[in-house]
């Protein structure tokens, strides 16, 4: 069997409004030698962070569109493209945590192969504002003018209106303006642009993922020989060290599997014994 990666030297596209190539070019360039171009295509229609356009399907599943979308504009065989979640933590509630996930659609196999990062080090806080609100506060916590803003209400026919790519105080206070006066309580919402172009902490997030999704790439089943082998379930139940009671939810282990076969393998070991303060009898 060659061991030439079946993924080197190939031409890939990434689908996206909003300049994330350069987030994937050099690794994936220097790692399998990859030509990447890039399809601007409207992925607003998918969803907006903003909220003019709700996001009806999983970040997963969108960001498969994505790649698709790219994939038929261009004729090109390989696609890759993004799609980000932020909003309160499932296991970190007070926290906002910035999941983005990545995939990888070869559509000649019908193969996808995807990862995901999450991190809470994304700038997302809002403020209702009007004409006369300080911002200075705000403003310093939201890294302006580094991070843009959106200014934005809902009108009185519940449709979201919304200024973005805010980058000046002049732009900032104009829009403050002009939106409080069709705002039915006079009142303006302001939040970062969390469009990736827009926003640097998302960018580190996203290159990320598109290194783990790289490293994702290049590991090759043991068995089959498919691109993608890695982690995918989890082996679960733990007993608690200190009383032996058995949480069967609690994750024991990764376990590694091939996307295209059965094969699987256990991976990296994340607890041998559940630690008491996790423990549903011990700290109730």
Request: hydrophobic residues 35%; charged residues 25%; glycine residues 4%.
């Amino acid at each position: 069997m060659s061991n030439r990666h079946p993924y080197l030297d190939i031409e890939a596209v990434v689908t996206t409004k909003h300049f994330k190539t350069p987030l994937f070019i050099n690794e994936y360039s220097r790692a399998l030698n990859w030509k990447l171009q890039t399809a601007d295509l409207d992925t607003d229609t998918l969803g907006t962070f903003s909220g003019e356009i709700e996001r009806t399907d999983s970040p997963l599943n969108t960001a498969i569109k994505k790649a698709r979308m790219g994939i038929d504009e261009t004729g090109i065989q390989f696609g890759l493209a993004s799609e980000g979640s932020i909003s309160n933590d499932l296991l970190v509630p007070l926290l906002i945590s910035d999941i983005e996930t990545v995939v990888f659609v070869d559509s000649a196999r019908d193969l996808v192969i995807s990862e995901s990062y999450r991190s809470f080090e994304i700038v997302a806080l809002q403020k209702e504002v009007d004409s006369d609100t300080d911002l200075a506060d705000f403003l310093n916590k939201v890294d302006f003018p580094n991070h843009a803003l959106i200014a934005k209400i809902k009108s009185p026919y519940g449709n979201v209106v919304a200024t973005k790519g805010i980058t000046d105080d002049s732009h900032l206070r104009r829009a403050i303006a002009e939106l409080a006066e069709k705002s039915p309580n006079k009142k303006v919402t302001l939040e970062p642009d969390l469009r990736a172009h827009f926003s640097p902490t998302r960018q580190v997030n996203i290159k990320n993922a598109a290194e783990l999704l790289l490293k994702r790439i290049s590991h090759l089943c043991p068995s089959c020989q498919t691109p993608g082998f890695g982690k995918i379930t989890y082996e679960k139940g733990l007993i608690c060290s200190d009383c032996g009671t058995l949480s069967p939810e609690a994750l024991k282990s990764e376990i590694l599997n091939c996307i295209s076969c059965p094969y699987s393998k256990l991976g990296k070991v994340l607890a041998a014994k559940l630690e008491p303060r996790f423990c549903p009898v011990c700290n109730p």
